[in-house]
């Protein structure tokens, strides 16, 4: 085999292994402003967007022992959408240039925590807020249980407060 050739598929492998997620995507008929525009947004979330060709992938994920992404129904243009970080914003990305330029550029599969995601996976991490408003919300949980209990103690001491209050206004008026 030529260097040139095992150089590309080190790069490849080294792609593929660095990676917290894979997205490959169809971009049949999109032109290259878009295709910058594309790049620039995945950019700015800490990803990479690659054309490879599929059987390359595959044959190279094959001998690398990533049979799972071997085995991707890869068919067609594809682009590769690679990186580190936040893997629902980047599903985001390719969700909204989807809607925004008619399917063209569109979720084929993926692959993510050691699982092949299908199309329909992609659009529904897409969905799901971002990490920072889980964090949100999970940190709003734990903080509502003990102000709850804490509502709740203080209900009983404050009625028995009250209860008291009110009998000594009655022995007041008595007086």
Same mark, same amino acid.
């Given at each position: 085999?030529?260097?040139?050739?095992?150089? +590309?598929? @080190? *790069?490849?492998?080294?792609?593929?292994?660095?990676?917290?997620?894979?997205?490959?995507?169809?971009?049949?008929? #999109?032109?290259? !402003?878009?295709? @910058?525009?594309?790049?620039?947004?995945?950019?700015?979330?800490?990803?990479? &967007?690659?054309?490879?060709? @599929?059987?390359?992938?595959?044959?190279?994920? /094959?001998?690398?022992?990533?049979?799972? +992404?071997?085995?991707?129904?890869?068919?067609?243009?594809?682009?590769? $959408?690679?990186? !580190?970080?936040?893997?629902?914003?980047?599903?985001?990305?390719?969700?909204?240039?989807?809607?925004?330029?008619?399917?063209?550029?569109?979720?084929? &599969?993926?692959?993510?925590?050691?699982?092949?995601?299908? /199309?329909? *996976?992609?659009?529904?991490?897409?969905?799901?807020?971002?990490?920072?408003?889980?964090? /949100?919300? #999970?940190?709003?949980?734990?903080?509502?249980?003990?102000?709850?209990? $804490?509502?709740? #103690? @203080?209900?009983?001491?404050?009625?028995?407060?009250?209860? +008291?209050?009110?009998?000594?206004?009655?022995?007041?008026?008595?007086?």
């Amino acid at each position: 085999m030529r260097p040139e050739r095992i150089q +590309i598929g @080190n *790069d490849i492998v080294t792609m593929l292994k660095s990676s917290e997620y894979l997205y490959f995507v169809t971009y049949k008929g #999109l032109d290259v !402003q878009s295709m @910058n525009q594309f790049r620039a947004k995945l950019a700015e979330a800490g990803a990479e &967007c690659h054309v490879l060709k @599929n059987n390359v992938v595959k044959k190279v994920a /094959a001998l690398n022992g990533m049979d799972i +992404i071997a085995n991707l129904p890869l068919k067609g243009d594809t682009a590769v $959408v690679t990186g !580190q970080g936040d893997v629902g914003a980047v599903a985001k990305i390719i969700d909204d240039f989807t809607n925004d330029t008619k399917g063209v550029i569109s979720a084929k &599969c993926g692959y993510y925590d050691g699982a092949a995601l299908s /199309a329909a *996976d992609v659009k529904a991490i897409a969905g799901l807020p971002s990490k920072d408003a889980l964090r /949100a919300q #999970l940190l709003g949980l734990l903080v509502a249980v003990p102000t709850s209990l $804490v509502r709740v #103690l @203080n209900a009983k001491a404050s009625s028995i407060v009250n209860v +008291i209050n009110a009998y000594k206004n009655k022995l007041e008026k008595a007086n």
